[in-house]
């Protein structure tokens, strides 16, 4: 009875384990294709796009085509369904979806939970770093300029 209680208890956990890994939140940046299209024919890209966006907006169902040629079905997920209506917008374009990538009988899809327009992502500008000056001996805190510490007198140092 106490080997049945453990494996039991065993297969529980690893079970919650297993099911907490399938429903981690991933990022993924690809381009919104129409299923039909893409399977059937291999249609995707800006010359395609027309098509893709009267394709969806019948009710086809869409994926995301990633770099490397991986497919991902969108799937709705019913608690945000507004974030899938908006991948629709966005048909044969590059975007970056944030959900759970889940697996089902050989099919791979993530829960569209948002969205976001990857050409429209800037990549962050480097600010310039602001040179601020202190005493040696630590009697002021930083300034914005150079001179001589009004407390001590030594000359301010650039912080590094």
Same mark, same amino acid.
């Given at each position: ?59 086809? &169902? ?73 005493? &040696?001996?630590?009697?002021? &805190? ?19």
């Amino acid at each position: 009875m106490r080997m049945f209680l453990s494996c039991l208890f065993a297969i529980t956990v690893l079970s919650a384990l297993f099911s907490a890994q399938q429903k981690k939140q991933s990022i993924v940046q690809g381009e919104v294709v129409c299923l039909t299209c893409y399977i059937a024919h291999g249609s995707k890209g800006e010359t395609h796009a027309k098509c893709a966006a009267a394709c969806i907006n019948k009710g086809l &169902p869409m994926g995301i085509l990633t770099k490397d040629g991986k497919l991902l079905v969108a799937l709705e997920d019913h608690a945000n369904a507004d974030a899938y209506q908006q991948l629709k917008k966005f048909a044969a374009k590059t975007v970056t979806v944030t959900g759970a990538v889940v697996s089902r009988g050989g099919v791979t899809g993530i829960t569209v939970q948002k969205v976001n327009d990857a050409t429209a992502v800037k990549a962050p500008s480097a600010k310039p770093t602001k040179v601020q000056y202190v005493c &040696p001996m630590g009697c002021i &805190p930083p300034q914005d300029k150079p001179g001589n510490c009004p407390k001590c007198g030594m000359k301010l140092v650039e912080k590094k």
